[in-house]
């Protein structure tokens, strides 16, 4: 089974490890498409804040990042220079506010992956020149990974309407025709 070969680092938004906390399938699904080997999972201290502030534990969250996708874990501090390349993304950026901005700004100072399920963060990343991975879209083409290998084998086995009716025409008895049963044993 072949991975989509995003080889790079990444840093994790607070939503995307809290849903991999919350639900372990969500990290097996994202190994499913991004390369995680030798790879490390960036967490800033953004994403620490506000994991914190809604009563989830850094330490669960890293821990079970590290047991469902492999990657190292690093717990990055947000710098000054980041704070003020984050207030910059927030006047380029009109979906952006102040805690998206500056884990915005750690994903371009790291050189990482963004990975978040947040529309307006993901936008603005992509405004920003930084690359970024939604989960929620990746089963579609608009991030342009190509397609699952799930989807290809999906792809594979449904036909198209027409030749699907066609064998079925085939299958239809015509008049005068009887079921024989001992076909059948």
């Known amino acids: 089974m072949e991975r989509e070969e995003i080889e790079n680092d990444s840093t994790f938004d607070s939503c995307i490890a809290i849903k991999i906390l919350e ?10 498409r ?10 800033s201290s953004q994403t620490v804040l506000e994991a ?11 821990k079970q990042i590290k047991k469902s996708i492999g990657a190292k874990i690093v717990l990055g501090t947000v710098t ?24 915005l700004a750690y994903a371009r100072a790291t050189n990482t992956t963004l990975v978040t399920c947040d529309k307006g963060l993901a936008e603005a990343a ?15 083409e608009k991030i342009g990974l190509g397609k699952s ?37």
């Open 126 to 140: 992509i405004l920003s020149g930084t690359k970024v991975v939604n989960p929620d879209l990746l089963p579609c």
């Open 23 to 32: 639900n372990p399938n969500v990290g097996d699904m994202l190994s499913c």
């Open 52 to 62: 914190n502030r809604l009563g989830y534990d850094v330490d669960s969250i890293s």
């Open 80 to 103: 000054s220079e980041m704070v003020q390349d984050a207030a910059y993304l927030e006047t380029m950026c009109p979906t952006l506010h102040n805690g998206d901005s500056q884990i």
């Open 149 to 185: 290998m799930m989807q290809k084998i999906v792809d594979k086995a449904i036909r198209k309407p027409s030749e699907v009716k066609q064998k079925v025409k085939s299958f239809v008895l015509k008049p005068g025709q009887k079921i024989v049963w001992r076909s059948f044993q």
């Open 34 to 43: 991004m390369n995680f080997a030798n790879s490390t999972v960036h967490i």
